[in-house]
T-cell receptor, first 114, second 114 residues
Framework: AQSVTQPDIHITVSEGASLELRCNYSYGATPYLFWYVQSPGQGLQLLLKYFSGDTLVQGIKGFEAEFKRSQSSFNLRKPSVHWSDAAEYFCAVGRSGGYQKVTFGTGTKLQVIP | ETGVTQTPRHLVMGMTNKKSLKCEQHLGHNAMYWYKQSAKKPLELMFVYNFKEQTENNSVPSRFSPECPNSSHLFLHLHTLQPEDSALYLC?????????????FGPGTRLLVL
């Protein structure tokens, strides 16, 4: 079965600084990879996803992620963080080929300070 | 606003009570999901419905009973719950059932079992 690890439980960045959230997955073939964001009191919202092709994926709200097969990683980045980006971020992985459930990581909570 | 609504948003119940959670999606999707979100744990997939038929039950205790009368509505009936069942219960939908599908989440029901 696939698995996903988000090593950072909590990250604090200053507004305007760059951001990178780490995600590592375990799956033998090419996975489907997702980043979701959950703002306080809200459900999860898709930021971006990777299935195949260009390994650098652009998402909403200025986020991007890069799929690195050699490192089994799919890190999320943003060049300049805004206070409204404070939320919890979840990486998820799905198996290709037929239906398989999507597995979510434990999340990384982002705090943005002025 | 994701097009997925959940009621109630908050629920406090005793261990002997019976209550129901409701989820409605206005997106014309065919697949619906129940997840349990507990602090510091990955999202736990509980049930999956596809075209009103239950296609997955991830070893969920029988005190949780799902119902999907049509593709737009999903219920979770709760009976004799335990304090460890306290969590945020998220409903999601997707166009089809598939690991490549984007899931659209509701805001969740925050459940407290006393």
């Amino acid at each position: 079965a696939q698995s996903v690890t988000q090593p950072d439980i909590h990250i604090t960045v200053s507004e305007g600084a760059s951001l990178e959230l780490r995600c590592n997955y375990s799956y033998g073939a090419t996975p489907y990879l997702f980043w979701y964001v959950q703002s306080p009191g809200q459900g999860l919202q898709l930021l971006l996803k990777y299935f195949s092709g260009d390994t650098l994926v652009q998402g909403i709200k200025g986020f991007e992620a890069e799929f690195k097969r050699s490192q089994s990683s799919f890190n999320l980045r943003k060049p300049s963080v805004h206070w409204s980006d404070a939320a919890e971020y979840f990486c998820a992985v799905g198996r290709s080929g037929g239906y398989q459930k999507v597995t979510f990581g434990t999340g990384t909570k982002l705090q943005v300070i002025p | 606003e994701t097009g997925v609504t959940q009621t109630p948003r908050h629920l406090v119940m005793g261990m002997t009570n019976k209550k129901s959670l409701k989820c409605e999606q206005h997106l014309g999707h065919n697949a619906m999901y129940w997840y349990k979100q507990s602090a510091k744990k990955p999202l736990e997939l509980m049930f999956v419905y596809n075209f009103k038929e239950q296609t997955e039950n991830n070893s969920v205790p029988s005190r949780f009973s799902p119902e999907c009368p049509n593709s737009s509505h999903l219920f979770l009936h709760l009976h004799t719950l335990q304090p460890e069942d306290s969590a945020l219960y998220l409903c999601a939908s997707s166009p089809e059932r598939g690991s490549q599908e984007t899931q659209y989440f509701g805001p969740g029901t925050r459940l407290l079992v006393l």
